[in-house]
Every structure is written in C-alpha cells, then in structure tokens.
C-alpha cells in the first residue's frame, strides 16, 4: 500500500475535461516537488510532467499538473481516446528517504 | 538520441540470481544518475533505488538493501541490477530509468526486462 492515494479509476468522454488526484503528507507531496507518469500496457513509463507543474518538451499542453499543500492533480483536457492509459504520482518521501509512487490511476475513456 | 538498452527477459528458479543490464547510448552516461523501478505483474510502479554513476554510491529503497545490488562498468556505459536469494515474489518487469534531477524525475527509461522465479 502506498503512501501517495490515487483513485484507482477514472473516466470520461472524448473532448471533457478529467482530473487525477494524488494526495499525500507533509513529509512527501509537502517538501517536495510532484512528477506525473503515463504507462500503457507493456510499455515503459513516459515522464508526463516535472517539478509539479512543467511538461518536457512533446508533452501536449493538454496535460497539466498543480500541487497544494499535501495533494497534487494531473488534469487532462479535450479528452482524446488515445489517452487511455494509466498514470502515476511520484515524489520522494523524506521518512521513507525513497521514492514512492502512487498506486495508479486507470483512465478510461468511454 | 538518447536509449536504454535493457537485457533480455530471464527465467530463474527459487535461490537463484540474476543480473539484468541496462545499456545507456546517446549521452554521458556519468553526468546521469540510474535509477530501477519494479512492477510486479498488474501492480503499480515501485522504487527500488538509485546509483550515482560518478560516484558510485548507491541508494535503496526500504525492502531491497541486501539481495538486490547495483553496479556499473563506466567503461561500456551500463548499469547492472543483480538480485540473489530470488523469490517468488521477485516475478516483475524490472525497468531502469535515467535520473533528470529530481530523486523521481525519470526522463528517460528502458524497456523493461522481466523477471520471472518459479520452480
């Protein structure tokens, strides 16, 4: 069981808007800074956004993330079915003195 | 371009050990840290540590000090994971990942190399 909460699920429908919490503790999402992955299966993780809230170059400005206090979001707009994969939160734990990610989200775009 | 050129996928038996490879290209393999990343089969992402490639040093995650190690050969730019003592519950993808910075930022990531430990 992780330390960051992700809702295992999350859906919608081409072009909405979707949101993906990740929430966490003074002593991980708190003190440090917040990264964003997007896996699909049998495939490698792709860094999706830095530092919070920064895409890498490629990155779709479709994709955002934000921070506040102990949670962070990735938001996802103009929802397209390519989209459909799962995401994770990362962050490093200054307890644990490792990196945790999240459990995952499974998005679905119906 | 940047690649993470990973061994091939390993079938062990309990007791046994592995050593997975991770080949870097593209980049100055010391300026970049290493980091491995396990998922187990339909689970998540887990962090299993990293190595300085300048230095050497390394760090684990709670849980896998001990029989997992890492290692490098500077010479041929490749990072090593090697596990001893292999479990059942070894039995994942073991990816390795370019460290961009941050202690979870990963810009850049291998394929993945599978590890299964049965009898």
């Known amino acids: 069981q992780s330390v960051l909460t992700q809702p295992p699920s999350a859906s919608g429908t081409p072009g909405q808007r979707v949101t993906i919490s990740c929430s966490g503790s003074?002593?991980?999402?708190?003190?440090?800074?917040v990264n964003w992955y997007q896996q699909f299966p049998r495939m490698a993780p792709k860094l999706l956004i830095q530092?919070?809230?920064r895409r890498p170059s490629g990155v779709p400005d479709r994709f955002s993330g934000s921070k506040s206090g102990t949670s962070a979001s990735l938001a996802i707009s103009d929802l397209h079915s390519e989209d459909e994969a799962d995401y994770y939160c990362?962050?490093?734990?200054?307890?644990?003195?490792?990196?945790?990610f999240g459990g995952g989200t499974k998005l679905t775009v119906l | 371009q940047v690649q993470l050129e990973q061994s091939e996928s390993e079938l062990k038996k309990p007791g046994a050990s592995v050593k997975v490879s991770c080949k870097a290209s593209?980049?100055?393999?010391?300026?970049?840290?290493m980091d491995w990343v396990r998922q187990a089969p339909g689970q998540g992402l887990e962090w299993v540590g990293r190595i300085n490639t300048k230095t050497g040093k390394t760090t684990y995650a709670q849980g896998f000090a001990g029989r997992f190690v890492f290692s490098l050969d500077t010479s041929v730019s490749t990072a090593y994971l090697e596990i001893s003592g292999l479990k059942a519950d070894d039995t994942a993808v073991y990816f390795c990942?370019?460290?961009?910075?941050?202690?979870?930022?990963?810009?850049?990531w291998g394929q993945g190399t599978s590890v299964t430990v049965s009898s």
């Open positions: 530092g919070n809230d």
């Open positions: 990942a370019r460290g961009a910075g941050g202690w979870t930022t990963f810009d850049y």
């Open positions: 990362a962050v490093w734990d200054d307890n644990l003195n490792a990196g945790v």
């Open positions: 593209g980049y100055s393999f010391i300026t970049y840290s």
């Open positions: 003074r002593s991980n999402i708190g003190d440090n800074t």
